[in-house]
């Protein structure tokens, strides 16, 4: 069964505009939970994280939001730029920030000129 | 600084070969780890090492083999490859993130192989 889900294979905006890349997850044992960025025949690399005592942490344009109620997280992208055209992997990891993430499938998003 | 370097990029093989995948990090980060991504997938652990001489089973463990007796490196081994096998396999190594405490994977840029 999968912990970490991300339903939307694919996110096609406009530049300037949001990209809202969202993300859900069932195991309550969660504390941390990572966003990366993955461009073709690279490795992924960190975007940012978040902490489950935390609703919100923002770095530049970048923000995630966490709502644990509803165990789901959302990535916003304001504004978005052509460069931010790359898969989105959502990621989490429990025991106490344990380096062992449990990645969800990948968000394309396409930011169109 | 170099990061996390893997070898080979590309790597075909027949069933029932076998190979070592090289990983190399150069940030002195005590923990190591390899995954495996698949088309639909995402990226699943094979294993992972918190230290030279400690190793453990990931999710997807089965037909892999790793050692880790430096810090710096952490192969992966194939002893009898399967195409089931096929995939793209990425190593990491770990930092904690300023910002949340969270423990950062910095990725390697993958090794990419083919079981005919």
């Known amino acids: 069964d999968q912990q970490v889900k991300q339903n939307s294979p694919s996110l096609s905006v406009q530049e300037g505009r949001i990209s809202i890349l969202n993300c859900d997850y069932t195991?309550?044992?969660?504390?941390?939970f990572l966003w990366y960025k993955k461009y073709p025949a690279e490795g992924p690399t960190f975007l940012i994280s978040?902490?489950?005592?935390?609703d919100k942490n923002e770095d530049g344009r970048f923000t995630v939001f966490l709502n644990k109620s509803a165990k789901h997280l959302s990535l916003h992208i304001v504004p978005s730029q052509p460069g931010d055209s790359a898969v989105y992997f959502c990621?989490?990891?429990?025991?106490?920030?344990?380096?062992?993430?449990?990645f969800g499938k990948g968000t394309k998003l396409t930011v169109n000129p | 600084n170099a990061g996390v370097t893997q070898t080979p990029k590309f790597q075909v093989l027949k069933t029932g070969q076998s190979m070592t995948l090289q990983c190399a990090q150069d940030?002195?980060?005590?923990?190591m780890s390899w995954y495996r991504q698949d088309p639909g997938m995402g990226l699943r652990l094979i294993h992972y090492s918190v230290g030279a001489g400690i190793t453990d089973q990931g999710e997807v463990p089965n037909g892999y083999n790793v050692s880790r007796s430096t810090t710096e490196d952490f192969p992966l081994r194939l002893l009898s490859a399967a195409p089931s096998q096929t995939s793209v396999y990425f190593c990491?190594?770990?930092?904690?993130?300023?910002?949340?405490?969270?423990?950062?994977?910095?990725f390697g840029a993958g090794s990419r192989l083919t079981v005919l």
């Open positions: 990621a989490a990891s429990d025991e106490g920030g344990s380096e062992k993430l449990v």
């Open positions: 978040i902490s489950s005592i935390k």
């Open positions: 195991n309550s044992m969660f504390d941390y």
């Open positions: 990491a190594s770990s930092y904690g993130a300023p910002s949340s405490g969270a423990n950062v994977l910095t």
């Open positions: 940030m002195n980060h005590e923990y």
